[in-house]
């Protein structure tokens, strides 16, 4: 079992950056995928990147690849976002999720979620 809390949210203008944080429980951490998604009022759930359990291999979507980057810590059981160049149509609320498995963009693929974090970011 894994327990994610995400932090880091805000509100900040276009243009800025944000770092989303997403601590886990458990001592297996660095066995699970782990992505992160968003979801803004009224839309579904979208994936915005991911990142395998070693770290090597990360997948992003097309609407944020060159301006966010995931990465991890397995140390600090520790998975980031740093979100840069950020516009008004990231606003939603972002959570991460952890799949023990290879990485998808599926979120119905992924077993664990935390709570999210907002972010808002005006124009």
């Known amino acids: 079992q894994v327990q994610l809390v995400e932090s880091g949210g805000g509100l900040v203008q276009a243009g800025g950056s944000l770092r989303l944080s997403c601590a886990a429980s458990?001592?297996?951490?660095?066995?699970?995928?782990m992505g992160w998604f968003r979801q803004a009022p009224g839309k579904e759930r979208e994936f915005v990147a991911a990142i395998s359990w070693s770290g090597g291999s990360t997948h992003y979507a097309d609407s944020v690849k060159g301006r966010f980057t995931i990465s991890r810590d397995n140390a600090k059981n520790t998975v980031y976002l740093q979100m840069n160049s950020l516009k008004p149509e990231d606003t939603a609320v972002y959570y991460c999720?952890?799949?023990?498995?290879?990485?998808?963009?599926?979120?119905?693929?992924?077993?664990?979620w935390g709570q999210g974090t907002q972010v808002t970011v005006s124009s």
């Open positions: 458990g001592r297996t951490f660095s066995s699970y995928s």
């Open positions: 999720a952890a799949r023990r498995s290879y990485i998808t963009t599926g979120h119905k693929n992924y077993d664990y």
